[in-house]
């Protein structure tokens, strides 16, 4: 997990370290702009970012609100915030803030605004040639490439077939409602595959 070196400096347990790392990174995915199956959704569908966002703010929302319910035990924590701990984070977040104010504030599509932030990262880090090497061997993932294209074909093949036309019949003929309709698909498939990517492409081209 993501937060393994923190959760080994603070004697956290296997099972806090998921809760915490699980709560905290993934009550931003309906809102956050990077997610995978955020983009996937919003290519889907066809709509700008910021429609997505609205959609799902109440989500992040909600989650938000149930912290005080679900995780208690770890608000009890010592936290002493400083002006200089302060400028640590910001100065450490800058290259998330540098998306965020540039697709969310300025509305520069992905495409641009990406390999402008990575081109900031690198210049200021100055990765090693061994470094990049990994990094690129990380990233270029070729399933999840592949993975993409299935997704559109999949989304071509469901509307041209008239599939999801036919879907919609079947639902009105039972007389029943869209809303219930669309809530007990999607959740019935977020629980069977478990992961964001999965549930985009499954569901939302239906």
Not at 59 to 64: E, F, S, Y
Not at 118 to 125: D, E
Not at 133 to 145: F, H
């Given at each position: 997990?993501m937060?393994?070196?923190?959760?080994?400096?603070?004697?956290?347990?296997?099972?806090?370290?998921?809760?915490?790392?699980?709560?905290c990174?993934?009550?931003?995915?309906?809102?956050?702009?990077?997610?995978?199956?955020f983009?996937?959704?919003?290519?889907?569908?066809?709509?700008?970012?910021?429609?997505?966002?609205?959609?799902?703010?109440f989500?992040?929302?909600?989650?938000?609100l149930?912290?005080?319910?679900?995780?208690?035990?770890?608000?009890?924590?010592?936290f002493?915030?400083?002006?200089?701990?302060?400028?640590?984070?910001?100065?450490?977040?800058?290259?998330?803030?540098?998306?965020?104010?540039?697709?969310?504030?300025?509305?520069?599509?992905?495409?641009?605004?990406?390999p402008?932030t990575?081109?900031?990262?690198?210049?200021?880090?100055k990765?090693?040639?061994?470094?990049?090497?990994?990094?690129?061997?990380?990233?270029?993932?070729?399933?999840?490439?592949?993975?993409?294209?299935?997704?559109?074909?999949?989304?071509?093949l469901?509307?041209?077939?008239?599939?999801?036309?036919?879907?919609?019949?079947?639902?009105?003929?039972?007389?029943?409602?869209?809303?219930?309709?669309?809530?007990t698909?999607?959740?019935?498939?977020?629980?069977?595959?478990?992961?964001?990517?999965?549930?985009?492409?499954?569901?939302?081209?239906?």
């Open positions: 997990i937060i393994k070196g923190l959760s080994e400096k603070h004697g956290a347990s296997p099972e806090d370290s998921t809760f915490v790392n699980y709560w990174r993934h009550l931003w995915v309906p809102i956050w702009p990077l997610y995978p199956s983009v996937l959704g919003a290519s889907i569908l066809g709509v700008e970012y910021h429609q997505i966002i609205k959609g799902g703010i989500i992040t929302l909600a989650m938000l149930a912290v005080p319910l679900f995780m208690r035990k770890y608000l009890s924590c010592n002493s915030p400083t002006k200089k701990g302060f400028i640590a984070l910001i100065y450490s977040l800058y290259p998330l803030l540098t998306v965020i104010v540039l697709s969310l504030v300025f509305h520069i599509d992905l495409a641009i605004t990406l402008l990575i081109a900031l990262l690198l210049l200021h880090k990765p090693s040639f061994d470094q990049l090497k990994g990094i690129l061997k990380q990233t270029l993932d070729i399933s999840i490439v592949l993975l993409i294209i299935g997704v559109m074909f999949y989304k071509s469901i509307v041209h077939t008239g599939a999801a036309r036919l879907f919609l019949e079947h639902l009105k003929a039972f007389e029943i409602p869209m809303p219930l309709a669309a809530f698909l999607a959740w019935v498939i977020g629980f069977a595959v478990g992961i964001e990517v999965g549930f985009a492409a499954i569901v939302l081209p239906l």
